[in-house]
Structures are given as structure tokens and as C-alpha cells.
């Protein structure tokens, strides 16, 4: 470790440099002060807005019903530097200096904390009327989108496509969602649970068209491969997000297939005194046993905490959550607690066709995911059913009437 100084009984870095400051920056930055850090911290943030979180981007702010979602941190009070605007472009981990568009910044500690960027449809950078929804910017974009009421065509049927047609539709837009596989979140879900959110689309009055593969994207039409074309308004490009780390090229810092960096169980990189943290890092899960790149906001909370803690060294902090998120479609609230894979035994908690229901994964009679659409306590109890490794009862599990605490084998 670089300069150190004795702080609270620890020897602590001196300068700490967090760079991204988006919720996982932001909350590592404020997680450092909380669990006693007296040194520097410099926030680096490429975006010129005060930080913000993107959660509502596509909810209130992209239907006008919040101005912005700027967090709720006093940097100035907490002592935390905040560099706006500055893009970090390189770093040459010998000298422990991160090189960035304003000069070098010198560091003990490095946290990279720089999320994810979504991916594009090829060939589409230019074509004036396509957007994206990653940013304050994005939203800003599409709020006349519509207001204006426009014809969208979505592209792909994911977390963000869905929230973006829900929005969308009760803007009173016409909306056309394309998925090139056979159904939505085929990459997250088995058929047999993204069958009933196909109806979701169109209950709201969404076109949905699965199985078709963009081809092209024109100024105010998609064309799809099958020759057919339609005409958009908007275009909004939803088909996925890939780490923002491009710029670590050449820095030494390991990266994996999908260019997340790969972070070990402590949050901490390849590279000495390098941490990583959020939507840019995967990390070895002892509870499910593989590396898990998870690009949700839950993961941005809890793992500065353990970055904190453990460039404090205030504990042996072992990073292994039971990941969690929810999404607000077509006017139901969805949330996944946990992992599963195909192999994992999936059982039913209510009708797939009524208005809530919970979708249990067991691993060797435990419980090791859930999807509960509209039963938030389901959430809540199976959570804390997977933290604890409790083995479960599956027909008591397949009871709706039975609260899931009370499924246990
Ligand atoms: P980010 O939020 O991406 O922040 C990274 C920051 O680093 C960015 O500001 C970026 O500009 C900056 N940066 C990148 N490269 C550099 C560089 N070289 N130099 C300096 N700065 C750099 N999750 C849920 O669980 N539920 C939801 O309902 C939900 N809704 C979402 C809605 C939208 C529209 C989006 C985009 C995401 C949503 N998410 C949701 C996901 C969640 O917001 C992310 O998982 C979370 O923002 C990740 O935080 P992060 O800090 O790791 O990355």
C-alpha cells in the first residue's frame, strides 16, 4: 500500500481516489467516512451532474414527475472532493497515479467504481432519433419523446425496454417493443415465467414482436430482417449494458469475457491497492459458487461497504450477497432476490395469470431464488429463507396461502 497514516488504532491510506461517481462511487466514498476514514477522498465523475441515481430515470423523471434524482449527500460536509466533468483515462498502477482528462491524480488507494455503459445497436451512433437510457442526459432526451406523444419502437425486451413501454404507454405513446429471441428477459428467465410478462405488453396495449432481428435503423424507421419496416418516432435501444472499462487497457488490472474486472471476495483487483465495486465488477460467489457479474443497484449499496471495511482493514469483509432487484412494469412491481440456473428446481406460488404471484428455484431443498411479482413479504421472507440456507418444504412452498417462512422443511 502506498502513504499510510494512523487513524483510530488502523494505518489507513492517505488518499483514497474513487473513480466514478455513480451510486457505487458515491456510496463507497460515504461508507469511508461512516466506518471512521480521517484521509482524503476524491470522488471522479466523467458525467458534469451533480451525482444522481438511475433507478428513476426510467420511472418519475423520465415521465416529468421528478426534476432530477440527485443523492442525498452532503459531499461538502463529509469532507469528499468532488471532481465533475473528469474522465479517468488510464492508470499506471508502478506510480499510483490515475491519469484523467484534467492531469494526474496521485493515489493510495484507487477505487474503480465505473458501472456500465449500454451497448448499441452497430452502426446507429449517428442516425439522428435513437436513444439510449443510461444517463440524466438520456432521460432529458426522451422526455419530449413523450411528451410529444411519439410512435417508439423499442429495442429489446429487457428490464429497461419494459420500464421504458411502461413509461411510454402511460405517456400515451404508441409503442412497439422487438425482441430478437423468443420471448422478454429470455436471458434472465426460463419460458415458462416470462410467458405471463409477455401479456403484460400487451394488456397495456404494447405491441410486442419477438423473434425479430433488427436489421437496420433509419431516421424514423426500424427495418427488421424479415424486410418489414417501422416507422418510429423514436427509437429507444434497451438490449443491454456492458462494464465501463475499456479505458484499464494496458493498467494490469485482470479483466473477465464480458470486460468486467475481476474482483476477488474482498472487492480488491489483481492490481495492489486497486479495488473494484458495482455494475464494472464480477465477484467470486462462495454462496452459489460461481463468479457473478451483477449490474443492479442493491449490488452498488452493499459492496462499498465492504470496500470500506476492508482498505480500512477494519474486518475480514468477505463480499457474498444474495443479489437483489426490482423493476416497476406495466403497473406491477417485479423483484428477484438470489441466482439460479437451469438446473435449479422451479416451483409456482399462485397463478401465472393473476395479478401476483411468486416463482420459487430450489438447489438440494434449499431456496436459492424467488421472483415475486406483486408479493413484496414473498420477497422479504424468501430473502432472508436464502441468507440462511434453510431448508424448505416444497409442497408447503407451492401454498400462495402459506407465508413462505412457514414452508420450511
Ligand atoms: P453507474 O451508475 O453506471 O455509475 C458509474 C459512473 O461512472 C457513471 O456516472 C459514469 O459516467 C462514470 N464513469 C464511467 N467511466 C468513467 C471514467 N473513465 N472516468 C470517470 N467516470 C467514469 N437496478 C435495480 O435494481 N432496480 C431498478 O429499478 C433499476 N432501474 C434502472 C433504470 C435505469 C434507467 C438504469 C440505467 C439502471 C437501473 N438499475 C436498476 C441499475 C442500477 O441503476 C445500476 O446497477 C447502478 O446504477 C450501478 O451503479 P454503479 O455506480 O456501479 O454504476
Not at 488518499?15 to 463507497?28: N, Q, S
Not at 432530477?68 to 492508470?91: I, K, P, W, Y
Not at 418516432?233 to 468486467?260: F, K, Y
Request: hydrophobic share 45%; net charge negative; proline share 7%.
Amino acid at each position: 500500500m502506498g502513504e499510510q497514516t494512523q487513524g483510530q488504532g488502523t494505518a489507513q491510506p492517505r488518499r483514497v481516489v474513487v473513480v466514478g461517481a455513480g451510486m457505487a462511487g458515491v456510496r463507497t466514498a460515504v461508507a469511508l467516512r461512516e466506518q471512521g476514514y480521517t484521509g482524503t477522498v476524491t470522488l471522479i465523475g466523467a458525467e458534469p451532474h451533480q451525482p444522481y441515481d438511475r433507478p428513476p430515470l426510467s420511472k418519475a423523471v423520465l415521465l416529468g414527475k421528478a426534476e432530477g434524482s440527485a443523492f442525498d449527500v452532503d459531499f461538502e460536509g463529509l469532507g469528499l472532493e468532488l471532481r465533475l466533468g473528469c474522465e479517468a483515462l488510464a492508470v499506471r498502477a508502478d506510480a499510483h497515479v490515475l491519469d484523467t482528462s484534467e492531469g494526474p491524480v496521485p493515489y493510495d488507494v484507487l477505487v474503480l467504481a465505473t458501472g456500465a455503459e449500454p451497448v448499441r445497436v452497430p452502426g446507429t451512433e449517428d442516425v439522428p432519433g435513437v436513444h439510449l437510457l443510461r444517463t440524466l442526459d438520456d432521460a432529458a432526451r426522451l422526455r419530449p419523446v413523450l411528451a410529444g406523444q411519439h410512435d417508439v419502437v423499442v429495442v429489446g425486451a429487457g428490464w429497461i425496454g419494459a420500464e421504458f413501454a411502461t413509461a411510454a404507454r402511460e405517456a400515451g405513446c404508441a409503442v412497439t417493443v422487438v425482441e430478437a429471441a423468443d420471448r422478454p428477459l429470455a436471458g434472465a428467465l426460463p419460458a415458462e415465467v416470462a410467458a405471463p410478462m409477455a401479456a403484460w405488453y400487451a394488456d397495456s396495449g404494447t405491441e410486442l414482436r419477438t423473434r425479430a432481428r433488427v436489421a437496420r435503423i433509419e431516421p424514423g424507421a426500424v427495418i427488421l430482417d424479415d424486410g418489414s419496416r417501422l416507422p418510429a418516432g423514436a427509437v429507444v435501444v434497451g438490449i443491454g449494458a456492458r462494464p465501463a472499462t475499456a479505458w484499464l487497457a494496458g493498467s494490469g488490472v485482470q479483466l473477465g469475457d464480458q470486460g468486467e474486472v475481476l474482483a476477488d471476495d474482498r472487492l480488491r483487483t489483481s492490481v495492489p491497492d486497486v479495488y473494484a465495486v458495482g455494475d464494472c465488477a464480477s465477484f467470486p460467489s462462495g454462496r452459489y459458487g460461481e463468479r457473478l457479474l451483477v449490474h443492479h443497484w442493491d449490488n452498488a449499496l452493499q459492496g462499498p461497504r465492504t470496500v470500506a471495511a476492508d482498505l480500512l482493514g477494519l474486518t475480514p469483509a468477505v463480499y457474498d450477497p444474495v443479489p437483489y432487484f426490482w423493476s416497476e412494469q406495466f403497473g406491477r412491481f417485479v423483484q428477484y432476490a438470489g441466482h439460479h440456473t437451469g438446473a435449479d428446481r422451479l416451483l409456482w406460488r399462485g397463478e401465472p395469470d393473476g395479478p401476483a404471484w411468486t416463482v420459487c428455484w430450489l438447489r438440494e431443498g434449499r431456496l436459492v431464488a424467488l421472483l415475486a411479482v406483486g408479493r413484496p413479504r414473498d420477497l422479504a421472507q424468501g430473502r432472508r429463507l436464502i441468507e440462511a440456507g434453510t431448508p424448505m418444504d416444497a409442497a408447503l412452498l407451492a401454498d400462495p396461502a402459506r407465508p413462505l417462512k412457514a414452508a420450511t422443511a
